[in-house]
């Protein structure tokens, strides 16, 4: 009897009696009763430890052929876009580079040189742009092709056209300089760079962190944008959001410490941009978690202070300036209507400058795409300005009535003595609120009087008509929400004498449903597009506005008042039901308060 067992014995572990040299003439007893032949064709294993190289082998040999499979590169941006086998891409090669690169940097610990990180690098970002072209590509329109280039021109002319007036945080020269997205290739590593100041990157890191920024802030705005069009209107647009989305993300990972220890205005509108697309696709926690980091950001450049703007670049200083005030706008809204507590110090309003003294510069807008009207730009800034306001003023009276409230808790024997005294420090400001919007210039009082300038070409007025329809939409359903929540937050703590309305429950109803109507009188004068361009944070209002209406219905006990409450409900459900938002979609789901929206 051998002492080596046959293929068959070995593979089920079993005692073996055959007999290696004449398997044939004298095969073992388990391959006799179960008629197979008897083999001692497998090749012996070394006995003892596997040496690490060895294990590091076989693992490579037992994954890499997960590599070639579709289900690996299986793009997760959209079900429309099938990206091709990785085994075909260009950047295939590159991929096995750096897949190999971690497996030996794991099991052997390797030192690896600079050069060679700087092509793992430059192989992940062509695995990035590959993955978007390809999806971009497998959009079927009309039978014919959908190039990246063609996608990006269109999201930035819709974003100059149409977004712009709300959003004015870019540089059209800047952006439209990256019409034609190509993957930045890198000189340097910029993942071997920690805790360095500008000053001391060498002029390489400069340029090539430059590159990567410019190619992750066109791809972020053009997710932004795509998510903000409707399907209907525009579906090869539309479409393309999350792909976009992705790849602003991944090449956002691959320079963000960097980025943090170095950044400038691009950093803060990424992450903007990043955050306002999450938002709209309704993944409002993870919207939240990057806007906090583009908010903490801007804190980080001491933005408010005016001597951080010293020495720089007149046009990035009034970036960053525009960028900034946007993120507290925003940082506004999420701490008072989303219920969003902010993390760091929340400096006055006072420590940022009017726009008046921005630094003075040439206009953010060119004339690239169509010839716009020489003052279109300080038009469309009016109406930022105006916007801000109304969140200044608002944001000054909630906090004003919040310390007033912990200074009732305190000592509740003074409550009398502070309402009178305190009557008009309220009064006042609450009418300057409402007063803001009295004096509006003529192109936000009636958008459609710019179609009666004659020297104007009519494809011009077209677009100045759209972009001041959403500026006013903007403000109204603003003004009118703010007037609710100002309201309602008095109304909680039992103080609405204090702004001028009597303190029982049917006549703060009655103010109630009358700040509805005006809202509602709005919205079905005001062009759908308009409301739909804003974005989910109008939803969010126009929703505020019904859940305040269905309180009424439901805790009022006046006939008359709660029909009226019924009626405008019905109507503002219609306006949202056309709106298609994706975050009201997310809290029926979950069965929020607001779910019946």
């Known amino acids: 009897m051998s002492s080596r067992a046959c293929d068959t014995c070995r593979k089920r572990k079993v005692r073996c009696d055959g007999v290696d040299s004449s398997p044939t003439e004298n095969p073992c007893f388990h391959c006799r009763m179960s008629g197979t032949a008897c083999q001692y064709e497998q090749t012996p294993k070394k006995r003892g430890p596997k040496s690490k190289r060895s294990d590091a082998s076989d693992r490579l040999r037992r994954t890499r052929p997960s590599l070639l499979s579709n289900d690996h590169d299986a793009s997760p941006l959209s079900g429309t876009a099938s990206p091709l086998p990785l085994a075909t891409s260009p950047t295939y090669e590159g991929q096995m580079l750096a897949w190999e690169l971690r497996v030996s940097a794991r099991t052997t610990d390797l030192i690896v040189s600079p050069s060679l990180e700087t092509a793992v690098l430059n192989a992940r970002i062509e695995t990035i742009h590959q993955d978007l072209v390809r999806s971009i590509e497998a959009i079927d329109v009309k039978n014919t092709s959908w190039s990246l280039d063609a996608t990006v021109k269109r999201c930035i002319d819709i974003y100059m056209n149409v977004i712009f007036g709300i959003r004015p945080i870019v540089s059209e020269a800047r952006i439209r300089s ?47 944008t795509a998510y903000l069009l409707s399907a209907s209107d525009a579906p090869e647009e539309a479409v393309v959001g999350p792909m976009f989305l992705h790849a602003s993300r991944e090449m956002l990972h691959i320079y963000e410490h960097l980025d943090v220890e170095c950044p400038d205005s691009s950093s803060l509108v990424i992450r903007m941009f990043q955050a306002g697309a999450l938002h709209t696709d309704g993944k409002l926690r993870l919207s939240w978690h990057l806007f906090g980091a583009a908010l903490r950001l801007g804190e980080q450049m001491q933005l408010e202070d005016p001597r951080s703007f010293q020495g720089m670049d007149p046009l990035e200083a009034r970036l960053r300036v525009m960028a900034f005030r946007t993120i507290r706008i925003s940082a506004r809204y999420h701490r008072i209507l989303e219920n969003h507590p902010l993390s760091i110090c929340d400096p006055p309003w006072s420590a940022l400058g009017s726009l008046d003294d921005e630094p003075k510069i040439s206009l953010m807008m060119s004339s690239s795409s169509w010839d716009k009207p020489p003052e279109y730009e300080s038009q469309l800034l009016v109406a930022f300005e105006l916007f801000e306001r109304i969140w200044v003023v608002a944001s000054e009276i909630l906090m004003d009535l919040e310390c007033f409230v912990r200074f009732d808790r305190r000592d509740t024997s003074v409550l009398s003595t502070l309402l009178e005294s305190h009557q008009n420090h309220f009064l006042d400001p609450y009418s300057t609120f409402l007063g803001l919007l009295d004096q509006l210039p003529p192109f936000l009082h009636s958008p459609e009087s710019v179609k009666h300038i004659r020297h104007l070409d009519e494809t011009v007025t077209e677009i100045q008509c759209r972009q001041f329809w959403i500026q006013r939409a903007n403000l109204f359903v603003n003004y009118h929400c703010l007037r609710m929540l100002i309201l309602n937050r008095f109304a909680q703590y039992g103080l609405t004498t204090m702004i001028g309305v009597q303190k029982t429950d ?76 994706r975050a009201s979609d997310e809290l029926i789901s979950k069965n929020h308060n607001a779910s019946i929206l």
């Open 506 to 581: 049917t006549m703060v109803a009655l103010r109630k449903t009358e700040i509805a109507h005006d809202m509602n009188v709005f919205l079905t004068n005001a062009p759908i597009d308009s409301l739909l361009v804003n974005g989910e944070a109008c939803v969010a209002k126009i929703r505020y506005m019904g859940a305040t209406l269905l309180e009424v219905i439901h805790q009022v006990q006046a006939p008359q008042v709660v029909k009226r409450a019924h009626s405008l409900f019905s109507s503002l459900l219609d306006i949202l039901t056309k709106l298609d938002s």
């Open 178 to 224: 990256n019409l034609c997205l190509k993957p930045p290739n890198l000189r340097t590593n910029l993942n071997s760079l920690r805790f360095l100041s500008r000053t001391m990157l060498s002029s390489d890191t400069l340029v090539d962190l430059e590159r990567i920024r410019s190619y992750t802030l066109v791809t972020a705005l053009c997710a932004a």
